[in-house]
């Protein structure tokens, strides 16, 4: 499920992205490759910080204790 997210997700920015290059209409993302790669760096390093910080903490071990 989260891979077609993920595919959904890029074929609408290249679809936009072509649209707003086609009609001539700007687009608020980096002109150059440079920075449409560091737009895409940060969207990387978004989704997996997402990722780890989505997932449940590992259980605690119950702890002994010996009352006399």
Do not use: H, Q
């Amino acid at each position: 499920m989260e891979s077609m997210k993920s595919a959904i997700g890029l074929l609408l920015g290249f679809v936009l992205g072509a649209g707003c290059r086609w009609w001539d209409i700007p687009v608020p993302s980096p002109p150059r490759l440079l920075g449409a790669l560091l737009v895409v760096a940060t969207t990387i390093g978004y989704m997996t910080a997402d990722n780890y910080l989505a997932k449940p903490a590992e259980p605690k071990p119950p702890v002994a204790t010996d009352v006399r």
